[in-house]
Antibody, heavy 117, light 106 residues
Framework: QVQLQESGPGLVKPSQTLSLTCTVS??????????WTWIRQHPGKGLEWIGY???????YYNPSLKSRVSISADMSKNQFFLELNSVTAADTAVYYC?????????WGQGTLVTVSS | DIQMTQSPSTLSASVGDRVTITCRAS??????LAWYQQKPGKPPKLLIY???TLESGVPSRFSGSGSGTEFTLTIGSLQPDDFATYYC????????FGGGTKVEIK
């Protein structure tokens, strides 16, 4: 059973870059079976797809965030990463990493990132 | 972009009720539709994929139907553990989620 765990700073200052890591166990990012996905949820709100990466390195982003987001992966460490730059308070959210046949069958527990000075 | 419109946004029901939630896509997504259940402080849990395929371990009181642009999630007999928020998601082209339906105790 694949397991995912998000990690990274819980507090980021406005205008800075939010950086998160998703560590995967029970499956290999390089297997080619699935997309590796980042999703966020603003407090008390719905779910927003941020983007995903395929084992080939191909990335796909939500058009509303595309200018500020980057997703990458380290196959040797079985980790993938999220960077979101020029953050504002509107980027305060729980950030999840996920994967699976729907690109989000399996989820990490999520990590709350607060943007505040 | 494919938009997903879910209704109702809130639903009040009693244990034992039959509950139906609707999801509409802004364009055809064939059957690339999933349903999730989320409880407070937890990540969403996959219930149904490919519009009508029950995920392993999910109780059979959950069922899904539809194709193209119109989809439904039905809970055959609502149980206490089912009070939660439900989301539809299309994965035909990238990912888009519906706005969610909160199922509350009546």
């Amino acid at each position: 059973q694949v397991q995912l765990q998000e990690s990274g700073p819980g507090l980021v200052k406005p205008s800075q870059t939010l950086s998160l890591t998703c560590t995967v166990s029970g499956d290999s990012i390089s297997s080619g079976a699935n997309y590796w996905t980042w999703i966020r949820q603003h407090p008390g709100k719905g779910l927003e797809w941020i983007g995903y990466i395929y084992y080939s390195g191909s990335t796909y982003y939500n058009p509303s965030l595309k200018s500020r987001v980057s997703i990458s992966a380290d196959m040797s460490k079985n980790q993938f990463f999220l960077e979101l730059n020029s953050v504002t308070a509107a980027d305060t959210a729980v950030y999840y990493c996920a994967t699976g046949k729907t690109s989000s069958d399996h989820w990490g527990q999520g990590t709350l990132v607060t943007v505040s000075s | 972009d494919i938009q997903m419109t879910q209704s109702p946004s809130t639903l009040s029901a009693s244990v034992g009720d039959r509950v139906t939630i609707t999801c509409r896509a802004s364009q055809s997504i064939s059957n690339w539709l999933a349903w999730y259940q989320q409880k407070p402080g937890k990540p969403p849990k996959l219930l149904i994929y490919k519009a009508s395929t029950l995920e392993s371990g999910v109780p059979s009181r959950f069922s899904g139907s539809g194709s193209g642009t119109e989809f439904t999630l039905t809970i055959g007999s609502l149980q206490p553990d089912d009070f939660a928020t439900y989301y539809c998601q299309q994965y035909s082209r990238f990912l888009t989620f519906g706005g969610g339906t909160k199922v509350e105790i009546k």
